[in-house]
């Protein structure tokens, strides 16, 4: 069966600071990973996929996330943190098959000016 | 390019009652997912349509139940309403079944 783990329900970094969000996922196969980003009341808005290929991926905004076979993570950072990245953010992971996309419980990222 | 529109933007049903929600995916896309998120929580995946036909189906009873149209659009069903129910639907269309997910912006069902 398929699961995500986002082990942390918060995360605060100031301004201008990386920030790390962890992630960790279970699933048969090959993997299909993907971070989305919601802001209140609205719908999840996608930042990046992993699907193949180099373990770093980058996405918009500036987020990129690192792939870790060995660990089943799959890790976002940003190098320069800004206020306006305070959002909830969702880690998820589907596999090859593709009919299930499956979310982790969210992180809520506060970044301080 | 359209996105994905949901409607309506906001109900409120009574326990015991059935609701019909709406969803018109992004154009081209012909895969479309339904999500229940519970406030504080990710969304839980319910089922998801690629070309008119059920493709997988989350831990949700058969009073959850959908279609899908030739045009893509799609719409979620929920009979015999629980309190428990009580949450944002979102609708997200993929170009394919493991494409991103294009998300609508929600309808918020509260059940009283």
């Known amino acids: 069966a398929q699961s995500v783990a986002q082990p942390e329900d918060q995360v605060n970094v100031a301004e201008g600071n990386p920030l790390t969000v962890k992630c960790t996922y279970s699933?048969?196969?090959?993997?299909?990973l993907f971070w989305y980003v919601q802001y209140p009341n609205r719908g999840l808005q996608f930042l990046l996929k992993?699907?193949?290929?180099?373990?770093l991926v980058k996405g918009s905004y500036g987020f990129e996330a690192e792939f870790n076979k060995s660990q089943t993570s799959f890790h976002l950072k940003k190098p320069s943190a800004l206020v306006s990245d305070s959002a909830l953010y969702f880690c998820?992971?589907?596999?090859?098959?593709?009919?299930?996309?499956?979310f982790g419980a969210g992180t809520r990222l506060f970044v301080k000016a | 390019e359209t996105g994905v529109t949901q409607s309506p933007t906001h109900l409120i049903k009574t326990r015991g009652q059935q609701v019909t929600l709406r969803c018109s995916s992004q154009?081209?896309?012909?895969?479309v997912s339904w999500y229940q998120q519970a406030l504080g929580q990710g969304p839980q995946f319910i089922f998801q349509y690629y070309r008119e036909e059920e493709n997988g189906r989350g831990n949700f009873p058969p009073r959850f139940s959908g279609l899908q149209f030739p045009n893509y659009s799609s719409e979620l069903n929920v009979n015999a309403l629980e309190l428990d129910d009580s949450a944002l639907y979102l609708c997200a269309s993929s170009l394919d079944k493991n494409s991103p997910l294009h998300f609508g912006n929600g309808t918020r069902l509260t059940v009283t």
């Open positions: 998820a992971v589907s596999n090859t098959g593709g009919f299930k996309t499956i």
């Open positions: 992993y699907i193949t290929g180099d373990n």
């Open positions: 154009s081209g896309h012909n895969t």
């Open positions: 699933v048969s196969g090959n993997p299909y």
